[in-house]
Nanobody, 115 residues
Framework: QVHLVESGGGLVQPGGSLKLSCAVS????????MGWYRQAPGKERELVAT???????NYADSVKGRFTVSSDNAKNTVYLQMNSLKPEDTAVYYC?????????WGKGTQVTVSS
């Protein structure tokens, strides 16, 4: 069984920054095929960023240049540094681990960007 727990969300003003963390625990996993997703009210869940075990990253066009995904294998943790936040970044942010054909999700952390 694999568990993912997100943290670091909160209320921030436009232009501000937040750093999300996703701690992974359990057996038999590796931090490969990790992803950050978000879901705003009334919208579908969308991909924000991905990172693989070799450090390859991919970003949604809407966050390129503002968000950075990274991982610390020693801590089994994946991070999402979010800068220059906009009101449209408001959403619940989830992390996902893909392993052996199964997707494991955390419960999410709320990010609200508002003045």
């Amino acid at each position: 069984q694999v568990h993912l727990v997100e943290s670091g969300g909160g209320l921030v003003q436009p232009g501000g920054s937040l750093k999300l963390s996703c701690a992974v625990s359990g057996r038999g996993f590796s931090l490969n095929a990790m992803g950050w997703y978000r879901q705003a009210p009334g919208k579908e869940r969308e991909l924000v960023a991905t990172i693989t075990s070799d450090g390859s990253t991919n970003y949604a066009d809407s966050v390129k240049g503002r968000f950075t995904v990274s991982s610390d294998n020693a801590k089994n943790t994946v991070y999402l540094q979010m800068n220059s936040l906009k009101p449209e970044d408001t959403a619940v942010y989830y992390c996902k681990l893909g392993m052996n054909g199964v997707d494991y999700w955390g419960k999410g952390t709320q990010v609200t960007v508002s003045s």
